[in-house]
C-alpha cells in the first residue's frame, strides 16, 4: 500500500474533463470519472479482482486483488497517468500465488523435457533455468539427482 504522486497535467486525456474545470463540477462528475477510470483500467488487461474506485478531485484510491505486485504496479500507474489524476492511494491487495514445487532430475532428463511435462510446453525450460540460478551456469549442466525449483506460470 502507498501513495503514489504524478503530474496531474501530464497523462493520457482519457477522463474527458481538463484540470481547470470549476469545484462544484469536479464534484458532480467524481462518480462518472471513477466509473471511466474503472473502465480504463478493465481494458488494459491486467488481472485485478474486486476492483473498487474512489475518487475525490485529483486524488484516486484503488481496492481490489491481484495475482502479482507486477500487475499490482501496472494498475497504479494506469491509473495515474491519466490526465488529471495527482496522486494514487494504492489499497490493493496481491493474493499469494501457490507456491513453487520442487523437481529431482532422474537420468535422461533435461530442462526441456521437464517444461514439456511440467508446462506442456518444452519450450518453457528457460522458467526454470532463471528459477534456479546461480545453481546452474547453464541450462545444460544438470544431473540425475539434483533438486530443481519449477516456478508456477
Same mark, same amino acid.
Given at each position: 500500500?502507498?501513495? @503514489? =504522486? @504524478?503530474?496531474?497535467?501530464?497523462?493520457?486525456?482519457?477522463?474527458? +474533463?481538463?484540470?481547470?474545470?470549476?469545484?462544484?463540477?469536479?464534484?458532480? =462528475? /467524481?462518480?462518472? +470519472?471513477?466509473?471511466? *477510470? +474503472?473502465?480504463?483500467?478493465? $481494458?488494459?488487461?491486467?488481472?485485478?479482482?474486486? *476492483? /473498487?474506485?474512489?475518487?475525490? /478531485?485529483?486524488?484516486?484510491?484503488?481496492?481490489?486483488?491481484?495475482? $502479482?505486485?507486477?500487475?499490482?504496479?501496472?494498475?497504479?500507474?494506469?491509473?495515474?497517468?491519466?490526465?488529471?489524476?495527482?496522486?494514487?492511494?494504492?489499497?490493493? $491487495?496481491?493474493?499469494?500465488?501457490?507456491?513453487?514445487? @520442487?523437481?529431482?532430475?532422474?537420468?535422461? /532428463? $533435461? *530442462?526441456?523435457?521437464?517444461?514439456?511435462?511440467?508446462?506442456?510446453?518444452?519450450?518453457?525450460?528457460?522458467?526454470? @533455468?532463471?528459477?534456479?540460478?546461480?545453481?546452474?551456469?547453464?541450462?545444460?549442466?544438470?544431473?540425475?539427482?539434483?533438486?530443481?525449483?519449477?516456478?508456477?506460470?
Amino acid at each position: 500500500m502507498g501513495l @503514489f =504522486s @504524478f503530474l496531474k497535467n501530464a497523462g493520457a486525456k482519457l477522463m474527458g +474533463r481538463s484540470a481547470e474545470t470549476n469545484e462544484a463540477a469536479v464534484a458532480a =462528475s /467524481d462518480a462518472e +470519472r471513477a466509473g471511466n *477510470l +474503472r473502465s480504463i483500467i478493465a $481494458s488494459s488487461g491486467v488481472g485485478i479482482e474486486n *476492483l /473498487d474506485i474512489e475518487l475525490d /478531485d485529483d486524488k484516486v484510491t484503488v481496492y481490489g486483488q491481484t495475482a $502479482s505486485v507486477d500487475d499490482k504496479e501496472k494498475i497504479v500507474l494506469v491509473a495515474g497517468n491519466v490526465t488529471g489524476i495527482a496522486t494514487v492511494d494504492d489499497r490493493i $491487495s496481491v493474493v499469494a500465488p501457490v507456491q513453487s514445487r @520442487f523437481h529431482e532430475v532422474k537420468p535422461g /532428463d $533435461s *530442462l526441456s523435457k521437464i517444461s514439456k511435462e511440467v508446462y506442456g510446453d518444452p519450450m518453457k525450460y528457460n522458467a526454470i @533455468f532463471e528459477a534456479n540460478q546461480p545453481m546452474l551456469s547453464h541450462p545444460d549442466k544438470i544431473y540425475p539427482g539434483q533438486m530443481l525449483r519449477i516456478p508456477n506460470l
